[in-house]
């Protein structure tokens, strides 16, 4: 699924992060491995979805008038953009 890191989240707090390869388009990108939305692949195992390929999945679901993927506000970076804007 990709490997540990620490993050220092802007408060100050050291947070276990986890970076891997998003499943569905291949970006390396940073994630909380307990709430980052996943899927299971052909072997059972799970493999993170990155915020973009959420975005555009909720997204077409919205068009679709289907129910959304929940994404925690915290399974990617601790404080991203959406949160500082
Ligand atoms: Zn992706």
Redesign the pocket.
């Given at each position: 699924m990709g490997y540990y890191s620490t993050l220092t989240r802007c408060d100050g707090v050291k947070t276990p992060q986890m970076t891997g390869s998003?499943w569905?388009?291949g970006?390396v990108f940073t994630f909380n491995p307990v709430k980052v939305p996943s899927v299971r692949d052909g072997n059972g195992v799970r493999q993170p979805?990155?915020s973009?390929?959420m975005r555009l999945a909720n997204k077409m679901r919205t068009d679709k008038s289907m129910v959304l993927f929940p994404i925690p506000d915290d399974a990617y970076e601790a404080c991203d953009e959406m949160k500082l804007g």
């Open positions: 998003c569905t388009c970006r979805i990155c973009n390929c």
